[in-house]
């Protein structure tokens, strides 16, 4: 197929060896391989994002704190239908309605349930984002970027946000709480046990019979678009953290994120 053919996949660049790391182009890559479907990745840096999606007219979908435009990615343009999205969860809908001879990321009347579910996982591992050691941007745009945090965040330096190691434990203590209240859901247990993970992340509670241990896959043996949300943040951490801190996540809840990263690794490719 010729490259005029493929749908153009817009990710974040990261340094030499350019791979995704950012978790929303993670769900983006997962959906496009899990369809099958042939792409090609355009890499461009954090700086050249606002340029990019106002060149090619794609709308901002996220604001800064002082009401202006904040252009993010990823963003897909496909010259089957001429079509140019650039939010994720519109992505996973327009793929599944564009390609629905490819294998589905939804099941069937789930996507109001994804959506919810999309919220709630952003929300678990965006307030934990400071246990990451550091993103690997390509060093020859680092400087930049790090300004183009610090002014987003009202700082002057990003060390301002160093946490001290007390604080970086406790930290710890409560994503691994976090987790194991996300990790119900695998178990398909949470609605009638109302809190079975205590801080530390020890289960304090069992599931009923024959659910104490789920599998890879919220809903049986292929992943969906919701697997994908939370695997895409894994992925996330595993580019980002120092390697024992790394380890030390994907053991937690009896391995299941270690277990989700490792079967989703047949949908990781980076093309
Ligand atoms: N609602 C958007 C959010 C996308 C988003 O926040 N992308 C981040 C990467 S995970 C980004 O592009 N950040 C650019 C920046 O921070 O300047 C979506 O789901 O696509």
Known sequence: MSSDNKI?????????????????PWKTRF?????????????VHIPGIDSLRQKLGCPANRTH????????????????????????FEIALYLDATYPDRPSLFHPLTAGLTAAWNAHVDGIFTSNVMLIDKMPFDPSVQKEVDAIFAKRAGVRS???????????EQMFVAFEAALGDLAKAWQHTGGTTDYCWAQGGKQTQQPPPGRE????????????????IVGA????????MKPEDWQRVRGWQGGLWGRLVDALSKWSEIK
Do not use: C
């Open 158 to 168: 990003l060390d301002d946000f160093k946490l001290s190691v007390e604080q970086r």
């Open 31 to 43: 959906a496009l391989n899990f369809k099958g479907l042939a792409y090609q990745t355009q890499w």
């Open 8 to 24: 153009t996949f817009y990710d974040i660049a990261s340094g030499p060896p350019l791979r995704t790391f950012a978790p929303n």
């Open 213 to 228: 241990q789920g599998g890879a896959f919220l809903d049986g043996d292929e992943p969906a678009y919701a697997d994908f």
């Open 233 to 240: 943040w894994l992925k996330m951490l595993e580019a980002s």
């Open 65 to 88: 704190a002082d009401g202006t435009p904040f252009h993010t990615l990823p963003m897909i343009q496909d010259p089957k239908t001429g079509k140019l999205i650039g939010d994720t």
